[in-house]
């Protein structure tokens, strides 16, 4: 059976989640492997919504759902969340969910840091969602971050908190004027919550290693996108974990041979949330149109998203740094009834021509896009389950996109709804 990465090609918010919940079917397993809840994926199964921060999206498929090592988990909104779920009717003990013992705890510290830095920042913010993830992923690479597993032995978790607390705490005090947090205080919850996620902590790398050699198909669930990557993405203003297709093996402890295919998932537009460069962001009609007709509004923080045309340059750079194989292009009803429709294919900066992203984003702020104009639609494409019945337009853009991106549109998403999808050829079925 095949292993399948689905990842953002763009800035999050693809729609990643009704992608991974279509193929879930077809999956034994769907594994997160990096970001916390910061990330927010919405679903909407037989038409109730469900929206998913932590938990992998194939709980509610009743699949086995695993958080690997690449997480970074803030123990109380997992707990939130699995208390959503079960008020949902979403069984989780029944799904067999795990969570590796290795993954990073995001603590009260962490999202005092995120938003004093954030504050001190002013302007210049990076425009994070607030949760603590960039100073957890800091104390992981600082090698003083407290594990999961770290809660069940107490001396060693004391021990641990006393340390960074002397170190956040400082800071907090001296650097960042803000609130100090006592180790009692942390202590006690922690503990608390530690026993609730007893039963769910577990060695996920092992246990995914057992499902492969049990020929079981495995799907890696990504959050963000490629451009929001710490090294990919547009630096500084990215998230702070690998989000690119190598985090999927190094994030969940699968060697990169195991992967069969990945897949890009990108709307047919553009859309960004936070503070950074985005070239094709319009300010006019034509962007607010995506925003209100695309219900352009993060799913986790309920911010406004900025929306632009398809930036292809953006797409090359993603199919190159996650060696896409095939792309899922949604959203494509949001650009039905709009006259003409312009695609960015390359940037252009004193006069030169560029095809690829440059590495410096600050250049990137100062790039003009490049645009192609195609003529639009004026059917409605909503919920279209097959290529040929779509508008010769549409047909028209999809083909361009695959061109300038040099990979196919293999799934192709006309709706919320898992059945409003055009699926041209099946990740899982496809062998190296
Ligand atoms: P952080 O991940 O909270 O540190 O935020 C860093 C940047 O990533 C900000 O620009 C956020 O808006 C962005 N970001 C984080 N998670 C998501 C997501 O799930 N969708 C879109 N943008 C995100």
């Known amino acids: 059976m095949a292993n399948v990465i689905i990842m953002g090609a763009q800035w999050g918010d693809e729609g990643k989640g009704k992608i991974v919940d279509l193929l879930t079917e077809q999956a034994d397993a769907v594994v997160r492997f990096q970001g916390g809840h910061n990330a927010g994926h919405t679903l909407v199964v037989d038409g109730k919504k469900y929206v998913l921060h932590l938990i992998p999206s194939g709980i509610i498929r009743g699949k086995k759902c695993f958080i690997g090592n690449g997480v970074v988990l803030d123990p109380t909104a997992l707990i939130d969340e699995m208390q959503e779920m079960a008020n949902l009717g979403v069984s989780i003990t029944g799904a067999g969910f795990k969570i590796s013992a290795l993954t990073h705890l995001i603590m009260p510290y962490h999202r005092e840091l995120d938003i004093a830095r954030e504050k001190r920042k002013g302007k210049g913010k990076i425009g994070t969602t607030g949760r603590g993830i960039g100073p957890t992923y800091e104390d992981k690479m600082a090698r003083r971050g407290i594990r999961l597993s770290d809660l069940y032995n107490r ?11 002397a170190y956040h705490n400082f800071m907090l005090e001296n650097f960042y004027n803000a ?3 006592t180790l009692e205080s942390i202590r006690d919850d922690y503990l608390r919550m530690a026993d609730t996620l007893a039963p769910f902590v577990d060695d996920v790398g092992t246990l995914l290693a057992d499902a492969m ?4 198909a495995i799907l890696f669930e990504g959050a963000q996108g490629t451009m929001l990557d710490v090294d990919h993405g547009t630096y500084p203003y990215v998230t702070s974990s690998s989000v690119v297709a190598g985090g999927a093996c190094s994030g969940s402890g699968v060697g990169p ?6 897949l ?3 709307k047919a537009y553009t859309t960004r949330v936070g503070s950074g460069p985005f070239p094709t962001e319009l300010t006019d009609a034509i962007g607010k149109h995506l925003y209100t007709v695309g219900h352009e509004v993060g799913a986790s923080t309920g911010r406004p998203r900025r929306c632009g045309w398809f930036d292809a340059v953006v797409l090359r750079h993603a199919v190159r740094a996650n060696g896409i194989t095939g792309l899922a292009l949604t959203k494509l009803d949001v650009l039905d009834g709009l006259k003409t429709i312009k695609i960015c294919v390359a940037y252009q ?3 030169r021509r560029m095809e690829t992203m440059p590495a410096d984003p600050s250049i990137m702020d100062v790039c003009e896009p490049i645009f192609e104009e195609m003529p ?3 059917e409605p494409t909503v919920g279209i389950e097959r290529f040929e019945d779509l508008p010769q337009n549409a047909r028209d853009y999809i083909q361009r996109l695959e061109s300038l991106t040099g990979v196919p549109a293999d799934i192709l998403s006309t709706g919320p709804d898992r059945v409003q999808t055009i699926l041209r050829r099946n990740p899982f079925s496809h062998t190296r």
């Open 155 to 165: 001396q060693v978790f004391e021990a641990k908190l006393q340390e960074n607390l």
């Open 179 to 181: 609130a100090t947090f």
């Open 213 to 216: 050699d049990a020929g079981q």
């Open 257 to 262: 041979t195991h992967i069969d295919y990945v």
């Open 264 to 266: 890009g998932v990108t």
């Open 349 to 351: 900066r004193n006069g």
């Open 376 to 378: 639009g639609w004026s």
